[in-house]
């Protein structure tokens, strides 16, 4: 599976952006797909994930409420809706997937995308 995420940028405290993560491979539907962020000088840290099929989702206690996982499986496509955004959100944003249905978190997962800016000024 390679995935590419897409729609980082730079933000007002406040603002929306949404990201984008296109997966190219056959058994999409099958996968996990999550999104982590790492930010300077920090490590890696689990954002949200959701299961194959989109049922089950979850968030880092830092975000919930204010961002939301989804995916389009006919479209290979998961997004993170991310509102309310505020400086500590500035990371680079990594979408990746994993070979089981559903990973509630974790940072061993199978396949990683690239990562896209995300910038929150104040």
């Known amino acids: 599976v390679q995935l590419q995420a897409s729609g980082g940028g730079l933000v007002q405290a406040g603002g929306s952006l949404r990201l984008s993560c296109a997966a190219y491979?056959?058994?999409?539907?099958?996968?996990?797909m999550g999104w982590f962020r790492q930010a300077p000088g920090r490590e890696r840290e689990f954002v949200a994930g959701?299961?194959?099929?989109?049922?089950?989702?979850s968030y880092a206690d830092s975000v919930k409420g204010r961002f939301t996982i989804s995916r389009a499986n006919a479209e290979n496509t998961v997004y993170l809706q991310m509102n309310s955004l505020k400086p500590e959100d500035t990371a680079v944003y990594y979408c990746?997937?994993?070979?089981?249905?559903?990973?509630?978190?974790?940072?061993?997962?199978?396949?990683w995308g690239q990562g896209t800016q995300v910038t929150v000024s104040a």
């Open positions: 990746a997937a994993d070979r089981d249905y559903w990973v509630p978190g974790g940072n061993n997962w199978d396949y």
């Open positions: 491979g056959r058994t999409f539907r099958r996968y996990a």
């Open positions: 959701i299961s194959g099929g989109g049922g089950k989702t």
